[in-house]
């Protein structure tokens, strides 16, 4: 019984290897590398260019199946620019206050920042892009804290990073 258990599961592997199915990566085969361009910015918010580009160089280098080299050097370079930038409420924390004119003062506990980003590939010396002009979001929450402002740039961080995982996904999968 174990020996036609064996003999199946070999005959089933060598039908997989013969269907065409590969494990790896789904890019494209000329293309080995990718370099990062600077990001563009075009939010108020302060050093969101810089960290989506630290970002971007870590989620393909966690990727793998692009080697990440100098923008000048790559096979193809991703040019990315920050878009949007939205905070909004999600949950209220009640807090009692005597000094207040009212019984009680309902302030944001927990918010949500949400990211915009536009990107494209393209290869250098090509008229037309690798990947067209596309959009990528990013979503995370973060709470009130001691520092609203760390909380907040804490908050666009994780974004950010949302945004650089969908980005890489799209550019490594287009194909």
């Known amino acids: 019984m174990k020996f036609l258990s064996r003999i199946s599961a070999v005959f089933l592997l060598l039908l ?6 590969h494990v790896g990566s789904m890019m494209h085969p000329q293309v080995k590398s990718i370099g990062v361009a600077p990001v563009v910015n075009d939010t108020a918010f302060f050093n969101c260019a810089s960290v989506l580009r630290s970002m971007l160089s870590e989620t393909f280098m966690t990727d793998g199946s692009l080697k990440l080299k100098d ?8 040019y990315a620019r920050v878009t949007g930038i939205t905070f909004s409420e999600v949950s209220i924390a009640d807090s ?3 000094r207040s004119t009212y019984n009680s003062e309902f302030t944001p506990n927990q918010w949500r920042v949400a990211v915009d980003v536009q990107f494209s590939v393209e290869i250098p010396g090509r008229a037309k892009s690798l990947v067209s002009l596309r959009k990528a979001t990013g979503e ?3 709470e009130n804290g001691v520092d ?5 740039e804490n908050g666009v961080r994780q974004a950010l990073y949302q945004a650089a995982r969908n980005i890489t996904a799209q550019v490594t999968e287009a194909w």
Do not use: H, N, S
């Not at 923008?71 to 991703?78: E, Q, Y």
């Not at 609203?148 to 907040?152: E, K, L, N, S």
């Open 148 to 152: 609203m402002q760390t909380a907040r």
């Open 140 to 142: 995370a929450k973060f």
């Open 71 to 78: 923008f000048k050097k790559a096979d193809c370079v991703i």
């Open 96 to 98: 009692t206050d005597e």
């Open 16 to 21: 997989l290897c013969g269907c065409g199915y």
